[in-house]
């Protein structure tokens, strides 16, 4: 690796209710092949060795934490965090302050999403590891994209040539991007990811392919997916 900063530290937001997948426990905390989906995250990026601390923001009322062995693990911190996501990113980041200088980078990566690939968070490293901003793992849209009215009918079919689905990891300079949120959300931009911020700040990120198995567990037949995907990888 050719980096000339040579710390890269971790947030990861896990402060979410999961609404969308209408279940009583946070999905963060449902069990995902015999482990939590956390653990199952945390592990990925464990495993990473360029990784130097994870901050892990958690509900303030989260009660389930200590429970997990990820908890007595010297490499992870947690911070209480924030009623939006961006707000959990920017208190891990915050909390990260005494670590991290502004040169240095830091990946951002959802509890969320377990089936991301150690391997490709590496590669995403290592490829992004000169870039004067950073990027995010992405894939190219595979359906046609149909816009749609407020009754739900097509008026539009999208040219998808040019559109990406974002994923995480999303990784940039610390400075850059605790500027960037920080302005965003003092200015009351909707922040779904990292980019977003740093994109609204006058910044190009760049993408890093992915793949479509890095999914998100957003509604219950998510967690269905994840299992077959961990199976078919030998999780
Ligand atoms: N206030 C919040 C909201 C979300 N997240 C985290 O951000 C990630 C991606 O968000 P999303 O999938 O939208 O999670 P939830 O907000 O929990 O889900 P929902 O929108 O269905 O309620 C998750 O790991 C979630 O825990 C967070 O740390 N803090
Ligand atoms: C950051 C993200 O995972 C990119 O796909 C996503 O935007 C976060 O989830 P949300 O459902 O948009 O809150």
Redo the contacts with the bound molecule.
Sequence with gaps: MTATPSHFWAVV?????????QTET???YLNLAGKTVLSRSLGKLLAVPFIERIMV?LSPNDAVWPSLPEASESRISTVA?????A??VLAALKALDSYAAPDDWVLVH???RPCVQSAAISRMLITLADHPVGGIMATPIADTVKQVDAEQGIAATLDRSRLWAAQTPQLFRYGLLVAALEKALDAGVTVTDEASAVEWAGHTPKLFSGSRTNL?I?VPEDLHLAELILAAEGE
Excluded at 81 to 85: A, H, L
């Design positions: 937001p896990a402060a979410g209710i999961g609404s969308r997948m946070p999905k963060q923001a965090g924030g009623s939006e996501r707000d959990s959802d509890a969320a998100k957003t």
